[in-house]
């Protein structure tokens, strides 16, 4: 495949468009990187105050005033979300000497990388997972609950959760709609889908995958992934039982311990 294959060409979009193309992406889930022009001097074709913004899934908008230059900021812009990198960066380039372009000016680039919410996949919309999804989607997380039972998803009983997308049916049907990045919770109402759920998620290689259940519940889900030959760094990492050690009975309880986990994880703090 060619670099020309793999680079976006960016559809054409106003600042005011840029800016508002990017809120919409992290609203639904997409990372972004948004570049603007904020110094220009000689001979350049950008002009200060261009936006242009690229999205996760690979798609572009906008302009920096194309050619060189934009390739150039476009590369490093994918290099970023690849990486995950929240952190600015101000690109200068001479034209010239950098880029090899015949104009003689120069430019600096604002790359701005924005990561949406966390993503969490809830598997099963029982008492447990609900109360997991109410709860964490207070705490910045971007939930997606899926249940086989069309009644665990009535309207009445997920009034109130925040931002929730709810869909009906296995977790597998949900693939592509939750970033790997993101974490799995499994709290289904039978062993034989949690253990689906769990080897499904785990083969799919997202970051954190935990379930609801007990300390021999979690040996044979550990037995069976290691059965279908799976890498032992990602059986390891499997959690389960899920959740902080605070003695909880309740779903509220227990959705708690698991917000707490799920909170030590995206800040990177080591779980015991």
């Known amino acids: 495949m060619s670099d020309d294959i793999r680079f976006p060409m960016p559809v054409a979009a ?7 193309l990017a809120s919409e992406s992290l609203v639904e889930g997409r990372d972004v990187c948004i570049a603007t022009v904020v110094a220009r001097s ?29 390739r150039a900021v476009i590369v490093r812009m994918q290099e970023m979300l690849s990486a995950a990198h ?11 000497k950098d880029l090899g372009m015949s104009c003689g000016g120069a430019v600096k680039v604002l790359v701005e990388p924005m990561v949406s919410s966390t993503p969490v996949l809830v598997a099963g919309a029982g008492h447990v997972g609900l109360a997991v999804a109410r709860l964490i989607s207070t705490l910045g997380f971007r939930v997606t609950l899926v249940d086989e039972r069309a009644g665990t998803l009535d309207s009445r009983r997920l009034e109130g ?47 954190y995958v935990g379930g609801v259940g007990s300390k021999s519940k979690a040996a044979r889900i ?3 992934l290691g059965a279908l030959g799976l890498p032992e760094d990602r059986i390891a990492r499997v959690r389960m ?11 509220a309880e227990i959705a708690v311990s698991i917000a707490g986990e799920l909170i030590a994880w995206r800040a990177g703090h080591p779980l015991a």
Do not use: M
């Open 14 to 20: 106003s600042p005011a468009e840029v800016l508002r």
């Open 42 to 70: 000689g001979s350049a074709p950008s002009v200060h105050g261009q936006k242009l913004v690229l999205r996760s899934d690979g798609t572009a908008a906008g302009t920096v005033g194309g050619g060189g230059v934009e």
């Open 86 to 96: 929240d952190t600015p960066e101000l690109l200068e380039y001479n034209l010239a």
């Open 161 to 207: 959760v925040v931002g929730l997308r709810a869909l009906c049916g296995k977790p597998d049907s949900v693939e592509h709609g939750v970033p790997l990045r993101g974490a799995v919770v499994v709290a289904t109402h039978e062993h034989a889908l949690d253990e689906a759920a769990v080897i499904w998620a785990v083969r799919q290689g997202y970051a």
């Open 222 to 224: 550990r037995t069976a």
């Open 241 to 251: 039982p899920i959740g902080v050690t605070i003695g909880a009975r309740t779903p």
